[in-house]
């Protein structure tokens, strides 16, 4: 398994082995149960669905609840698929947790930022503002957008007031530093997208390999200059 569905937790800091303070970001990393899997024969690629979360029978229709009945696993809030490159040895019903994930590995966290409203361009695009001073007259305005008789027009991509937040994401290379496998929480450092609470995916990273694989290439590098 390459990933999970998760829930943000919170953030806190913990210390390392050598004593450094660390920010890190706890995560709910499942339990997942396997709903279905897509095979290369099939489908022409490879990938497992895993569902996630409690629900209610009454927040589901027809078409979902038959799936739940048909394959006789407990109903859950959300369903999403996970393409591999390789199909892992798995069958629906299996349970999928942190246990995926070990210290040092690298994931790519995706998740919807935090919804902000309308607001300003000092805000959104951190524009300098002007003068704070008295009679200053220009403090967070957007001031001047374009030209007079050439180009005659606004520049497309021109920053400017307006939605801010609640767009999807991602976190690339974040380092696992705690896994609680008893628990199904890991903790990854620094800061990943989203507000307590919001629904991640958790994936292993595309450009960095864990640093265990990482040590290990080094050493036999070693070995072979010698």
Same mark, same amino acid.
């Given at each position: 398994m390459?990933g999970i569905?998760?829930?943000?937790?919170?953030m806190?800091?913990?210390?390392?082995g050598? !004593?450094?303070? &660390?920010p890190v970001?706890?995560?709910e990393?499942?339990?997942?149960?396997? &709903?279905?899997?897509?095979t290369?024969?099939k489908?022409?690629?490879?990938?497992?669905i895993l569902a996630?979360g409690?629900v209610?029978?009454?927040?589901l229709?027809n078409?979902q609840k038959?799936?739940?009945?048909?394959?006789?696993?407990?109903?859950?809030?959300?369903i999403?698929?996970?393409?591999m490159n390789?199909?892992?040895?798995c069958k629906?019903?299996?349970i999928v947790?942190?246990?995926i994930f070990k &210290?040092?590995?690298y994931v790519?966290?995706?998740?919807?930022?935090?919804g902000?409203?309308?607001q300003?361009?000092?805000?959104?695009w951190k524009?300098?503002?002007?003068?704070?001073?008295?009679?200053?007259?220009?403090?967070?305005?957007?001031?001047?957008?374009?030209?007079?008789?050439?180009?005659s027009?606004v520049?497309k991509?021109q920053?400017?007031? !307006?939605h801010?937040g609640a767009?999807t994401r991602?976190?690339e290379?974040?380092?696992?530093v705690? +896994?609680?496998?008893?628990k199904?929480?890991?903790? +990854?450092?620094?800061? +990943?997208p989203?507000?307590?609470?919001?629904?991640?995916?958790?994936?292993?990273?595309?450009?960095r390999k864990?640093?265990?694989a990482?040590?290990?290439?080094a050493?036999?590098e070693k070995?072979?200059?010698?």
């Open positions: 390459n569905i998760g829930k943000k937790l919170g806190t800091g913990i210390f390392d050598n !004593g450094k303070y &660390v970001t706890i995560i990393a499942g339990p997942c149960v396997i &709903v279905g899997t897509k290369q024969k489908e022409g690629y490879s990938a497992v996630y409690k209610k029978d009454k927040r229709n078409a038959k799936l739940f009945e048909k394959i006789k696993v407990e109903p859950k809030k959300t999403k698929e996970m393409r390789a199909l892992p040895e629906v019903g299996d947790g942190a246990s &210290v040092g590995d790519d966290i995706s998740g919807t930022t935090k902000k409203g309308f300003g361009g000092v805000k959104r524009w300098a503002g002007g003068e704070a001073s008295h009679g200053s007259m220009f403090h967070r305005a957007p001031g001047s957008i374009g030209a007079s008789s050439f180009p027009r520049f991509g920053h400017l007031p !307006g801010m767009d991602t976190a290379s974040i380092e696992v705690l +896994v609680d496998q008893e199904n929480i890991i903790a +990854v450092k620094g800061s +990943v989203g507000f307590n609470g919001a629904l991640l995916t958790v994936k292993t990273a595309k450009k864990p640093k265990v990482t040590e290990e290439a050493k036999t070995k072979q200059k010698k």
